[in-house]
């Protein structure tokens, strides 16, 4: 059984039909991406398979007693909270010390324990969001948009991680990008998204695809031709 | 030992303390303080109709708060903004209730005992009330703090963890109509919201994680109280409003070492 999956999904928000017919989704050790331009509603997606907002048709089936771990797109902390990193990474349940000194160092934030959440750079912020996420043992990862604030080497980084924490534990991954490049290489398989799905499939495949031309425009064509020969130092200028 | 008025008095104070000000510390995180204060005014329309129909004041005061609690939640996200909509609704409620008190020609006396508060006049019924609200409310912020935090944060991240932040957020509503009911003999309706929000903002500065700032709030609140108490006898001036002035003493110590700190 997957992990997480939705079929015949729609959504309105404010009475205003923001995701149609949508069936998908994730199994246990697969890596998807979620792909589609600003407004395409990704995030509104997301929401809807983690219950946070309700299908007005359509059903989303998620495995009993499913754990997941979520990064938000953005997480806006209040500058009256005081929250620690080690704090953060504590909610909504206290974990183990030696677990998570693990995984502090797993995604590379040793000795930030002691920081303010609002004190660290949008690379460190966002390592922090997954070392929460991680640390509940998520059974799926559900990341959005999770390398904004990464630079390119970051970002190659971030997903490579992704990819290791994929084999170790065998966890489902699905997450939002609207970056075209980086997230095809490091995805099982991709969903393009624009209030319905319009295409999907293998990264290769997909990016063959006339839907997938029609969805993100000509521009982006060179850069996909590249795609599966690129290597380090090739910049584009939608980056 | 209960039967001397200051006493009482200092036990109600240091009751309300203990319950008002970690809830605060989630009035100040979710920036519900014209929510609280809200609440706090409908407080009056509560009691005119508790006195109106014989019922306890307490459960009144309980009853229009989480009345007026629905009534933002139902009307929130709709024409208005939030501060607009409950602009109205305070002060509505504060007038219907001052209206519907001058229909009651013999409450009419303990009118600024409910507007500003009348700790001295704490009996041990009230007292007792003031304390298993306290604990109530205390007790349900120590059980799911935790859950409350996260829910605090960032909805989403909330879901994800299976919490659910609307429960949470009815649970915060249900504590703040329950401080506010056993607030009002302390400190009246119209400062009830300050004893939310100036310990927890006094004690924001100095606390790095959350659960330092709830206890340095309550710290604040205790002072403001028993201090404000004793400051009230000593320069006979009422005394709801002297333990809000010593309150706002210690907020503004606080803002400027705050700002000392940061400058050296």
Redesign the interface.
Known sequence: MSLVSASGLQVALGGRVVLEDISLHVDAGEIVTLLGPNGSGKTTLL?AL???VHATDGTVERKTDLV???V?QR?A??P?????VA?FL?????ADRARKGAVVARVGIEGLE?R?MTELSGGQFQRALLARALL?EPHLL?LDEPTQGLDQAGEAAFYELIDEVRHETGCGVLMVSHDLHVVMRASDRVICLNRRICCEGAPAQVASMPAYHALFGRGTEGALALYPHRHHGVREGAA | MLDDFLVRATLAGIGVALAAAPLGCFV????MAYFGDATAHAAILGVALALAFQVSVFAGVMIVSLLMAATVALLSGRSFAMDTLLGVLAHSALAFGLVAMSFLPNVRMDLMGYLFGDILAVGRQDLLVIWAGAAVVVGLLWLRW??L??A????????????HPRTEQFLLTVGLAIVVAVALKVVGALLIASLLIIP??TA?PF????E??AALAVLVAIIATTGGLQAALMFDTPTGPTIVAVAAILFAMSTTAAACRRAL
């Open positions: 929401r983690l219950g946070a997941v771990g979520y938000p997480l902390i209040d009256t909270l005081p929250l620690t704090r504590d909610l909504p349940e206290r002691r303010a509940s559900m | 100040v995180w979710r920036r935790s859950r935090l996260t605090t944060l960032n909805p989403d991240l909330a879901f994800a963890g299976g919490v927890a903002a924001r606390a790095r994680d959350p330092t700032m």
